[in-house]
Structures are given as structure tokens and as C-alpha cells.
């Protein structure tokens, strides 16, 4: 196996540095006094769990960059293997404004008021508590306050600018 080393020089060879790394795939959504609104966000991550926090990355170009900020709550939905299409839609690739997109997947609420997908791996229903301008992106901490776990099942992962399959793994 060949390897190389470069100094950093442009975004692309970061861009294609992270491609290298699978990360689960994510609809994160919103509603409240500003809108309605969602995404599919692959840069989530784990805080600390005293208390239970995530961090959310959203781009400055995204519409719900400003919607998320102005209703300071936020689900992090993460998807199963099979629900592909429902990233591509919440990623603005395969058709529907803001409100389309909720049109499949089935959503409910929980604590929040924002919207939890019925049919995901599991769902972190949050409130944004603090937020960090990082050159091109929002980084939104966010407290859960309530969880949803669904059915066993493989994860959506995406790597290498493709979608690919984490296996779930019995007990």
C-alpha cells in the first residue's frame, strides 16, 4: 500500500483528506418561531456526556444555518443503511424545498418541538447552548434533552464521497 505526505496546502486536500474517513450520516432538523428546516450533516460529534452534549457543524451558505440559530433547538436524527434517499433529499440533491423534504420518513416530536424521524437509528432531540463561527461554519453545541432509540439496525455511514453501510453488531 502506497502512502503520501503533503503539506497542506488548499481546502480541497483537506476535503479529500476527510473523504478518507466514514462518518455516520445525519439529518439534523428544526422548527420553531424561524421555520422549519433541515440538512444532512455528517460533521456531528459527541461533546461529554455531564452533561449529555453534541456539536453540530452547519455551513454558512446553508438556509438552515440562520434557522437553526433563531430557533435555538435541533434534532440530530442518524440514519439507517437504507435511508440513502432521505440524506440525498435533506442534502438538496434529489429535489424539495424545506417542507418537501419532511414529506417522507414519517416525523414526530419530543421534548424540543423540532422534528424527530420516526424511522431513524435514534434521535437526540437538543437546545442549542453555545455557538463558535469557525471560518466557513457554525459550530452549534448542543445539550440533549431527550433521546429516541429505534429498532436494531445497520447505520448509513459516508465515505470516499459514497454512501456505504456500518453493520450493526449484535450483542
Same mark, same amino acid.
Given at each position: 500500500?502506497?502512502?503520501?505526505?503533503?503539506?497542506?496546502?488548499?481546502? &480541497?486536500?483537506?476535503?479529500?483528506?476527510?473523504?478518507?474517513?466514514?462518518?455516520?450520516?445525519?439529518? *439534523?432538523?428544526?422548527? @420553531? $418561531?424561524?421555520?422549519?428546516?433541515?440538512?444532512?450533516?455528517?460533521?456531528?460529534?459527541?461533546?461529554?456526556?455531564? $452533561? $449529555?452534549?453534541?456539536?453540530?457543524?452547519?455551513?454558512?451558505?446553508?438556509?438552515?444555518?440562520?434557522?437553526?440559530? @433563531?430557533?435555538?433547538?435541533?434534532?440530530?436524527?442518524?440514519?439507517?443503511?437504507? &435511508?440513502?434517499?432521505?440524506?440525498?433529499?435533506?442534502?438538496?440533491?434529489?429535489?424539495?424545498?424545506?417542507?418537501?423534504?419532511?414529506?417522507?420518513?414519517?416525523?414526530?416530536?419530543?421534548?424540543?418541538?423540532?422534528?424527530?424521524?420516526?424511522?431513524?437509528?435514534?434521535?437526540?432531540?437538543?437546545?442549542?447552548?453555545?455557538? *463558535?463561527?469557525?471560518?466557513?461554519?457554525?459550530?452549534?453545541?448542543?445539550?440533549?434533552?431527550?433521546?429516541?432509540?429505534?429498532?436494531?439496525?445497520?447505520?448509513?455511514?459516508?465515505?470516499?464521497?459514497?454512501? @456505504?453501510?456500518?453493520?450493526? &453488531? $449484535?450483542?
Amino acid at each position: 500500500m502506497d502512502a503520501t505526505t503533503t503539506e497542506l496546502s488548499t481546502a &480541497q486536500e483537506f476535503r479529500d483528506a476527510m473523504a478518507c474517513i466514514p462518518m455516520a450520516v445525519h439529518v *439534523v432538523a428544526t422548527d @420553531g $418561531p424561524s421555520g422549519r428546516s433541515g440538512l444532512t450533516a455528517s460533521a456531528v460529534a459527541s461533546v461529554t456526556d455531564t $452533561p $449529555p452534549t453534541l456539536l453540530v457543524c452547519v455551513n454558512h451558505s446553508s438556509r438552515s444555518n440562520a434557522i437553526l440559530k @433563531g430557533n435555538g433547538v435541533l434534532t440530530v436524527n442518524a440514519l439507517r443503511a437504507d &435511508q440513502h434517499t432521505l440524506a440525498e433529499r435533506f442534502a438538496g440533491r434529489a429535489g424539495g424545498k424545506d417542507g418537501d423534504r419532511f414529506s417522507e420518513g414519517g416525523w414526530t416530536v419530543l421534548a424540543t418541538g423540532a422534528p424527530v424521524l420516526a424511522s431513524g437509528l435514534c434521535t437526540f432531540d437538543c437546545r442549542i447552548v453555545e455557538m *463558535v463561527e469557525v471560518g466557513t461554519h457554525t459550530v452549534m453545541f448542543a445539550e440533549v434533552v431527550a433521546i429516541r432509540r429505534g429498532s436494531p439496525a445497520d447505520g448509513l455511514v459516508y465515505k470516499d464521497r459514497r454512501y @456505504g453501510v456500518a453493520p450493526h &453488531q $449484535p450483542e
